[in-house]
């Protein structure tokens, strides 16, 4: 069990700060989709860093070591809305190889950026890929523990 250290019981999570925590992420029907709780150390951040999502962050705020919260996400907080825009349609003879229902593919986007998608449907005419994330349109469960807390100022600096 990681020791819980709190050297000021007043210094509680505010942007910037530095932050050791455990966290479980899952879906409305229960479905665990992500949990740090297996490894042996906590998730070191900084919030506001883009670690974590802000709907998660922002569940953070006010918090100290040795909380633990529970918070529902709607998709707005989380992982975002479902849009049939990020549903695209390509000529299935355009693939390499003939992708499979269920398969994540990898495209470049115009900025030579990875963008992932999902296929959604095939035929011999048309593919369709589902570029919103997996959990887009879920509402999440967001559990956290907190073990530490290094107000801003008061981090250090490590020399390369």
């Known amino acids: 069990m990681t020791e819980i250290i709190n050297p000021n019981d007043e210094t509680r999570i505010e942007d910037g700060a530095r932050v050791e925590l455990h966290f479980s992420v899952a879906i409305e029907d229960g479905v ?11 998730v070191n951040l900084v919030i506001g860093d883009g ?15 040795g909380d633990r919260r529970t918070v529902h996400l709607p998709p707005s907080e989380a992982f975002g809305e479902w849009n049939m825009e990020n549903v695209q349609r390509f000529d299935t003879v355009k693939f390499e190889q003939r992708p499979e229902v269920g398969q994540m593919i990898e495209f470049e986007d115009k900025s030579k950026s990875s963008l992932f998608g999902v296929v959604k ?32 100022g008061q981090q250090g600096i490590k020399l390369m």
Request: charged share 30%; glycine share 6%.
């Open 51 to 65: 670690n974590l999502l802000p709907g998660f962050e922002k569940a953070l705020f006010g918090l100290r070591a």
């Open 121 to 152: 449907s095939i035929d011999d005419n048309i593919t369709e890929i589902d570029f919103n994330h997996p959990l887009a349109g879920k509402n999440i469960t967001f559990e956290v523990e907190i073990f530490k807390v290094t107000p801003v």
């Open 32 to 42: 665990e989709i992500d949990n740090t709780r297996s490894r042996i150390e906590p």
